[in-house]
C-alpha cells in the first residue's frame, strides 16, 4: 500500500503505538547518556584516589566522553544513512555498553580512559541518531513538542547524576556502580531497539553505498577535530597553553579542518559534511547558537557543583541537590516553548528571549561567594536555568526550518555536533579562566602555601585540598573565598557568552514550520492503520523548498 506522506497547517497528526514505543526507548538511551555524562563529575576526585591517578587523569576521564562523542557524531549519521537507522543506532548502544563495562571493570587509569571513551561514542552516536529520527518521525510543526521529550529525558538524567554520583562516592557502595547502573537501560535499548525501529529506507546495494563514502573526509574529520579538541582539554593543567604540547596539535588541528573544509567543497563528489549546509544564514547563526548554548551548559553542569563543594563546604550528595534550581527549570521550560512553537508556528520569539534571559542569569551567578545563603542561590539559579531551558527547542527549529531538506539528516546532526563541541569548548574556556583568576588571587595572599597553588591548576583537585584543611581554620576560609570569587569570573564570562549568543540570533530569518514532510526513514505501518497526516501544499516560497520533495513511502 502507498500512502502520500505530508503535513501543514491545520493537519493532525496521529502518533501510533510503534512512534511512541520508539521514543520510549529514545528517551531511555537519552537518560542513561545523560547521567553517565554527568554522575563522574562529583566521583573523579575518588576515583583519582582509588586508582592512583593524577589530577589531569581525572580530569580527562570527564573530558575524554565529550572528545569521543564530538568527534563520532557525523560518522553515525553517515553510517545511519548507509546501513539505516536501527543498525546504527544498535552499535552505538553496543559501544556504550562495553565503555560502561570496560570503564567499571577498570583497575588503572589508563583503562578507565579507554571505557569512558568508548562510551563517548556510544553516546555520540545516541544523540546525534535521536535528533535524525525526530526529524525523520516527526513533522517539523510538530517537532518541538516531541524534542521536548528528548530534552526532558536528558535534563533528567543531567538533574540526577550529580546526585547518583555522589550517593554512590558517599555511601558504602563503590564508585564503580556508576558504570553498573547503565547496564540494565543498556540492556533493555539492546533488546527493544530491534524490536520497534522498524523503518523503511531506499534499497541501495551495500557495495554501491559503500563506494560512495567520502573515506579521505572522514579521516580528515577525525585526525583534525582529534588533533583540535585534545589540547584544549589538557592547556593550563597538564602542559601550559604556551607549550609546544599545547599549541602544535591546537595548529595542526585549526589547518587539518581548515584543510576539510577545502577538501568537502571541491573536491568530495560524496562529503561527511556538505559545505552548502552553511550557506544559510539562518542555519549558520543557530550552528553557532548550539555552540554557544553548549559551552554555557557544560560550564554550569561542571563548575556550579564544584562551587558547592569547594566555596560552600557541601558534600557531593548535597552539591548534586544544590544543582536542581537550574536543571529541574529546564526541561518545563522547553516542553513548554515546544508546544507554544508547534501551535503558533513560530520559533525567533524564543531566541530572542531566551539569550537575554540566560545572560541575565549568567550575570547575577556572580553574586554567589563563600558566605551566600541557601534561599539566594535557589533563586539566582533559577533565572539561567528558564533561559537554557527555552533555547534548548528553539535552536534546532530554527535550524530545521531553514536547512535543505536533501541534507536534512547531516543538518540536524550538526544541531547535537555542535553543541557538544561546545560542551567540551566550554569546560576548557571555563578552565583557563579559573586557574587564572585564583593564580592572581594567590599571589595577593603570600600567606597561602606553594601546595595550594599547585592544586590551583585544577577546579577539582582544589576542592580536595580545600576539604583537606581543618573547618574553620583561616587557611580554609580564605580558600574558599578565594575559589568563589574566581568561578565568579567563570559566570561573568559566560554571560558575555550569552550575549554573543543574542548578537547571532538577530541573523535568524523567519521560516514557516508549516512545510511539507518529507522522510528518508520513516515507519513501516501495516496497511490497516490510519493515515496520520493529510496533505496541503507547501506554504514556503518556491526558493526555499527547491530540493525539498514529498516522499511516497510504500509500507509493508
Known sequence: M???????????????????????????????????????????????????????EAFWAGTSFLVASCVCQPLFSLSSDIFGRKFALWTAVVAFTAGSITAGLSHAFPQMLVGRSIQGVGGGGIIALTEVLIADLIPLKERGKWFSIRSGTWALGTVTGPLIGGGFTQSSASWRWIFWINLPFCGLGLVLVPIFLRLKRESVPLRESLAKVDYVGCALFVASLTSFLIPLTWGGIMYEWSSWHTLVPLILGVAGLAGF????????????????????????????????????????VYY????????????????????????????????????????????????????????????????????????KWVFLNLVPGIGLGIL????????????????????????????????????????????????????????????????????????????????????????????????????????GVAVLGLVFSLLTKAYTLNQTFSSKQGLEVQASEPVDVEAKTDSRPESQISEATTVVGTFR
Open 2 to 56: 502507498t500512502i502520500d506522506v505530508h503535513d501543514n497547517s491545520g493537519d493532525v497528526f496521529r502518533p501510533n503505538w510503534q512512534l511512541k514505543c520508539i521514543f520510549a526507548v529514545v528517551g531511555l538511551l537519552n537518560f542513561v547518556a545523560a547521567l553517565d555524562a554527568t554522575s563522574i563529575s562529583v566521583s573523579l576526585p575518588t576515583i583519582s584516589n582509588d586508582l592512583g591517578g593524577t589530577a589531569t
Open 261 to 300: 573544509a577545502i577538501y568537502e567543497s571541491m573536491v568530495a563528489s560524496q562529503p561527511l559534511v556538505p559545505i552548502v549546509i552553511f550557506n544559510n544564514r539562518t542555519v549558520s547563526a543557530n550552528y553557532i547558537g548550539c555552540f554557544l548554548h553548549g559551552v554555557i551548559m557544560w560550564s554550569v
Open 304 to 375: 556550579l557543583p564544584l562551587y558547592y563543594e569547594g566555596a560552600l563546604g557541601y558534600s557531593p550528595v548535597i552539591a548534586g541537590v544544590s544543582v536542581f534550581p537550574e536543571s529541574l527549570t529546564v526541561a518545563p521550560i522547553s516542553v513548554t516553548v515546544g508546544i507554544i512553537s508547534a501551535k503558533t508556528g513560530s520559533y525567533r520569539w524564543a531566541l530572542w528571549s531566551g539569550w537575554p534571559i540566560s545572560a541575565l542569569g549568567l550575570g547575577i551567578l556572580y553574586l554567589l561567594d563563600a558566605h551566600t545563603s541557601i534561599a
Open 392 to 495: 534548548y527547542p528553539s535552536v534546532m527549529l530554527a535550524v530545521q526550518a531553514a536547512a535543505n531538506t536533501k541534507y536534512l539528516s547531516i543538518s540536524v546532526t550538526m544541531t547535537a555536533f555542535f553543541r557538544v563541541l561546545g560542551q567540551a569548548v566550554g569546560v576548557a574556556i571555563g578552565g583557563v579562566v579559573f586557574q587564572n583568576r585564583i593564580k592572581s588571587e594567590f599571589q595577593d595572599h603570600v600567606e597561602l602555601g606553594k601546595t595550594a597553588q599547585d592544586f590551583a591548576q585544577d577546579a577539582s583537585s582544589l576542592v580536595q585540598y580545600i576539604k583537606s584543611l581543618p573547618v574553620g581554620s583561616d587557611e580554609r576560609r580564605l580558600i574558599e573565598d578565594l575559589y568563589a570569587k574566581a568561578l565568579s569570573v567563570v559566570w561573568a564570562v559566560m554571560c
